[in-house]
């Protein structure tokens, strides 16, 4: 017999994907393996996963003085949500409706709203309100069952609100729960107080804003697009990025073709994210890397837009392909990955299996972060969600509502939504620790 700290039993469906490698990305039909176990259970010690198998196995190896019963629930590896602009302070209603009405995503950007609204309230905005903003932001994650993040700035444009962008984002995930993987995208939006001269701008981010502010990121992001970034300066801006220390991930292809996929590649990119003009030797480049296609179709549903990533495709030539939110206050403003996978399942046609890795271990590895989450296995961080859905196969089926039951985070419970009606299982606990 041996001590745990907290043992989770008769799991309806504990969805492990351990059957498969812990780390690196799945492939294929890879995808499609999850490892699922009947009635099971996860034992818990110190913040990691000690063991998972079936209810009685594991509650016959293992005692611990608090025992969480989540019979009815489909237990998945807390969602990776690897794209991400919390950074923001104020949310762009107008712009949606606009949209409704029949104006343009680009064409709205162009007349001053879009990104550079959102830049102007973050240039007037406090340090101080920014981080209050940037928090709020994230506690709607762990609420839709997402544990880990990447998470941009990009709405501040200068040295100065970008690094206030930054220091925001830290201040914010002091508070959070959530694990929190930093991106600089500075290269956003072209400011407008250098629309007129755009090389000034491409100089002041590689030579003042990457080396200044690397210390504050992981990661460097640049909207690589025809209007925005041209090919040429994303990959000196990247170049620039890459000896700062920085990591790479590249907003490519999302609304016109680019060999932004290629350019990732050539990089090494981490990730390419949107891809919805991806080319043919796009796709076979990306398949033949390390670098993992983002999806973001609750952005192409958003704008309205029929543009999806070839995810079958992509699938098919065995590209590693992850799912995201893209929360922002534009594009896509939402954190629920389950309504993302309903949206992937439907207009992408992927399988409710491969909607699970393109959330999970996919977009972890992405980020660096497949050998702490993204699987259930043994040693890894006891992060992961119960969902009120009858089965795993009701992943993207069950759509509109929140299934979320109760959200972990290194052991602990930080959600619980169904508190209330059900207070003997989660103490009557905090909707929201
Ligand atoms: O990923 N494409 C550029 N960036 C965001 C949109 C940001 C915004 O509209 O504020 C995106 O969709
Ligand atoms: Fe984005």
């Keep these: 017999m041996t001590r745990v700290d907290r043992l989770f039993v008769h799991v309806h469906e504990l969805v ?19 490892g699922v176990v009947d009635d099971g259970a996860i034992a818990v010690r110190d913040g990691r996963i000690v063991a998972t198998g079936p209810t009685d196995e594991i509650t016959r190896e293992y005692r611990a003085a608090e025992e969480l019963d989540l019979s009815g629930f489909v237990v998945l590896p807390g969602f990776v949500d690897a794209h991400t602009h919390p950074v923001f302070a104020r949310t762009r209603e107008h712009e949606f ?10 064409a709205i ?5 879009g990104i550079l609204s959102s830049m102007r309230a973050v240039r007037e905005t406090t340090l101080d309100e920014l981080t209050a903003t940037t928090l709020s932001n994230l506690q709607g994650f762990p609420a839709h ?20 962008s930054l220091r925001a984002l830290a201040a914010a995930m002091a508070e959070s729960p959530l694990t929190v993987k930093r991106t600089f995208l500075g290269a956003h939006e072209f400011p407008p107080e250098y629309r007129q001269d ?58 016109s073709p680019m060999g932004g996929a290629e350019l990732a590649v050539a990089l090494g990119a981490d990730s390419a994210d949107h891809l919805g003009r991806i080319s043919d030797e796009g796709i076979r480049q990306l398949a033949a890397s ?68 393109a959330a999970t271990i996919n977009p972890a590895f992405s980020l660096q972060q497949d050998h702490e989450v993204g699987t259930l296995h043994a040693g890894k961080r006891a992060d992961f969600v119960a969902l009120d859905i009858p089965s795993w196969r009701a992943v993207g089926y069950a759509f509109g509502g929140n299934p979320v039951a109760l959200t972990v985070k290194n052991g602990i419970p930080i959600v619980a939504n169904v508190a209330e009606q059900n207070p003997d299982v989660f103490g009557g606990g905090p909707a929201v620790a």
């Design 16 to 34: 492990t994907l351990a059957d498969g490698s812990p780390t690196g990305a799945r492939r294929g039909a890879a995808m499609r393996q999850l």
């Design 97 to 106: 409706h606009m949209r409704c009405a029949g104006a343009d995503y680009m």
């Design 109 to 113: 950007a162009q007349a001053g709203g």
């Design 145 to 164: 069952g997402t544990t880990t993040i990447e998470a941009k700035t990009g709405y501040g444009l200068s040295l100065l609100d970008e690094e206030k």
């Design 198 to 255: 755009r090389e000034a701008y491409v100089r002041l981010l590689c030579e003042q804003m990457l080396p200044q502010l690397a210390p504050l990121a992981e990661y460097c992001d640049v909207f690589a697009e025809p209007g925005v970034f041209d090919r040429a300066q994303s990959e000196r801006i990247l170049t620039a990025a890459k000896a700062s220390g920085l990591r790479l991930r590249v907003h490519a292809d999302e609304i």
């Design 290 to 357: 390390q670098t993992t296609g983002v999806l973001l179709p609750g952005t192409i549903f958003f704008l309205g837009k029929d543009t999806y990533a070839p995810a079958r495709r992509m699938i098919e030539a065995g590209c590693a392909v992850a799912i995201a939110t893209d929360f922002n206050p534009g594009s896509c403003y939402t954190q629920s990955m389950t309504l993302i996978m309903t949206i992937a399942c439907v207009r992408m046609k992927m399988t409710a299996e491969e909607v699970i890795t």
